[in-house]
C-alpha cells in the first residue's frame, strides 16, 4: 500500500465532530462530496498525463443503453491507482459509510463528449466485492450536465443527485441492491473526464495489479472496440 499526500484539512475529516457530520450526511442523501480530494499540483499533474493518453470507445455490458470513452493505462492512471490504494483512504471511507473493510480501489479514467452518442442508464453495481462508489472530476474546464443521480429501486423515485465540477473533488456514494444510479448527459461545449470506479472488500491491491496484468496480457490481440461486463441487473427505461 502506499502513503498518499492525502491529510486532515478542514474538507477532510480532522475532527470528531466533522467525522460525524460526515457520517450523518452520507447516511441521509447516500452521497457526500469530498472537496479537493486531491490537491491542485497532483490534479495538474494527472491531467497532463490524460493528455496524452489514448481513449477507446467502450460499452458497459449489463447496463441497459451507455457508452463512454475509456483511457488505456498510462503512468497517471497508475498514479491515480496508486493514490487511492491507501490504507488512510481506506479508513476515512469505512468511517464514513460505515461498509465493511476495505482491501483495494479500482478504476477507470473515462470521458464523455457532449453530442457524441455518450451516455450512461440506471444501473447499480452490486457484486464482485463492491462496497461504496466514488468519482473524482479531472475536466480541465467546467462542464455542463453529468450529474450523479440516485433513485430508489422499487419506486424510482430520485433520492439524491449532485454535480461536481472542481478539478480534484470527489463523490462518495452508496452500492446498495435498494439503489440504482447514473450519470446525466454532458451538454454544452466541454467534455467530462473522471476517474472512478469502487472501494471493495477483495481482493487485496497486489493481487488485483496481478488479475489486470494477467487480463492486459489476455486481450493484447483483442479488437479495439470492445464490450466490458458490469456485475449488476439490467435496468430497461
Known sequence: MTETALKPTPE??????????????????HYLRLPALLDAEL??????????????????EGIASNKELCMTGNAAFGALLFLMND???????????????IRCFEGRVY??????????SWHNDIGD?????????LSREAYSGG??????????????QVDNVGAGDAVIFRISSRLQHRITE???????????????AQPNF???????????????????????RLSGRRIEG
Open 12 to 29: 477532510r475529516p480532522g475532527s470528531a465532530e466533522k467525522l460525524e457530520e460526515w457520517q450523518v450526511e452520507f447516511a441521509r442523501r
Open 147 to 160: 450529474v450523479l443521480q440516485l433513485r430508489d429501486h422499487e419506486t424510482r423515485e430520485i433520492v439524491g
Open 206 to 228: 497486489l493481487s488485483m495489479l496481478r488479475d489486470q496484468a494477467e487480463r492486459g496480457r489476455n486481450a493484447s490481440g483483442s479488437i479495439r472496440t470492445r464490450r466490458y
Open 186 to 200: 454532458v451538454d454544452g461545449q466541454t467534455s467530462k473526464t473522471a476517474f472512478a470506479g469502487w472501494f471493495r
Open 129 to 137: 466485492y463492491r462496497l461504496v462508489g466514488m468519482s473524482i472530476n
Open 43 to 60: 490534479v495538474d499533474f494527472i491531467q497532463t498525463g490524460i493528455d496524452r493518453g489514448e481513449f477507446r470507445e467502450r460499452v458497459h
Open 111 to 120: 470521458r464523455v463528449n457532449p453530442g457524441q452518442g455518450h451516455y450512461d
Open 87 to 101: 490504507e488512510k483512504l481506506f479508513q476515512i471511507i469505512q468511517d464514513i459509510t460505515q461498509c465493511g473493510r
